[in-house]
């Protein structure tokens, strides 16, 4: 059975930086993509990021371009999210996802982690 558990969450002050992991276990990943979603409070789960396992091609969402950066460790089956300049906009839960490469559709994607909080402090 397909499991994903996120790490790295906590609080930080704007412009501070943290790194997310996502440890994926239970099938192989090649044919598909890891993607990194957002929900703040009283708002619609967002697209943030996603890598391809096999390629490594990415994308993101504009909000996050030039300051997220996502990466994989194919060997460790875990994907990281580098988050540097921080602003309190990013506070949100972030999720860790799988589905098909290039989609940054929620509803592709059909396996979730827990979440882990982030905290961003003005």
């Known amino acids: 059975q397909v499991q994903l558990v996120e790490s790295g969450g906590g609080l930080v002050q704007a412009g501070g930086s943290l790194r997310l992991s996502c440890a994926a276990s239970g099938r192989t990943f090649s044919s598909d993509a890891m993607g990194w979603f957002r929900q703040a409070p009283g708002k619609e789960r967002e697209f943030v990021t996603a890598i391809s396992w096999s390629y490594g091609n990415a994308a993101y969402a504009d909000s996050v371009k030039g300051r997220f950066t996502i990466s994989r460790d194919n060997a460790k089956n875990t994907v990281y999210l580098q988050m540097n300049s921080l602003k309190p906009e990013d506070t949100a839960v972030y999720y860790c996802?799988?589905?098909?490469?290039?989609?940054?559709?929620?509803?592709?994607?059909?396996?979730w982690g827990q979440g882990t909080q982030v905290t961003v402090s003005s």
């Open positions: 996802a799988i589905g098909p490469v290039g989609s940054s559709r929620r509803v592709d994607y059909n396996y």
